[in-house]
DNA sequence: GGACAGCGACAACCTGGTTGTCTATCATGA
DNA sequence: TCATGATAGACAACCAGGTTGTCGCTGTCC
């Protein structure tokens, strides 16, 4: 066994990806088809208050116009809106709407049963370990920031 | 705690991350700048047999053309080296060179020091059943199929 | 010998990034 | 009050890595 180091990394990719293929094919069964995974980290950190394209680049570590480019699409597809801001015109407001909250819960629910199906596999305790082990590894706030830009392909 | 399961799917993202971000920056450190997983992905394939851009693609699921890519880059670069077929005037074979293979090594080598610190975090015990359970989620051969074209971006 | 398949090259395009430049707008301090 | 500086967003050019499609050459097989 040689690669064993590498090994690791390629075991975690794998998990990650068995995950995002399925949530992303189940989304599009649903009827939220081309929804990636980028567009989730967007949405949420609109929720989160950042509340222009530029706060939105700043949150998720991508430059202002990466994430104008996120939002055009999103905007295109109804997931967000965009208006003037009465308080300053230089900035277009933006909101997530109601559809793309429909889309975020429906992502919540899918990523819930495949972590069940997990659970199923493994034994809820040892699951529980797993994600404990990686907790003490790489940290609790590793599961929010810059992980847009790591997720930009199409699944199969 | 909502996205409790979405998390899961970061926290192994993160995994990845932080070990392939560092293993890039290190490889870096070590005079291998502009090289990437991908790369690696493409010199395994050539060294497990697949002798023309062609294969490699197949082998690793990609079309021939991103394959003649990535291997227009390697060859470039002096990672692999590309001859004339005497046997088949069609094809280009392909070889890893000298130091090509040097590359594989430091990464295995410093895959391996990452690994040995994680042991240190973690203990030995836990890291290998944290293998164990992703092993019987998601497979052995996981580790081996289709992880090209997942790595794409830029560590920092 | 002819039909078909595979190899590599080329071109056009997509996605998700990047940098750089520009204008409009706001905020601040002399 | 007004000049200066910072910020928002738009636009353009570019990169990496991938896609499809077309083409010509070469090899294989009937």
């Known amino acids: 066994m040689p690669r064993h180091g590498a090994d690791l990394a390629l075991l975690l990719l794998s998990g990650f990806r068995t995950l995002v293929d399925a949530a992303t094919v189940e989304l599009a069964a649903r009827g939220y088809d081309d929804f990636r995974p980028t567009h989730e980290f967007a949405m949420r950190a609109i929720i989160a208050g950042a509340d222009s394209a530029s706060a939105v680049g700043r949150r998720l570590s991508v430059s202002k116009q990466a994430a104008a480019k996120t939002i055009a699409v999103l905007v295109d597809r109804g997931y967000v809106s965009s208006g003037p801001d009465p308080a300053d015109a230089r900035r277009n407001r933006l909101q997530v709407t109601t559809r793309g909250f429909d889309v975020l819960r ?18 809820a305790a040892e699951l529980a370990r797993l994600e ?3 907790v003490t590894l790489v940290g609790d706030g590793a599961v929010d920031v810059g992980a847009a830009g790591w997720v930009a392909h199409d699944p199969i």
């Open 132 to 134: 404990a082990s990686l």
């Open 106 to 123: 429906e992502g919540e629910s899918i990523f819930e049963d495949l972590r069940a199906r997990w659970e199923e596999k493994l034994g």
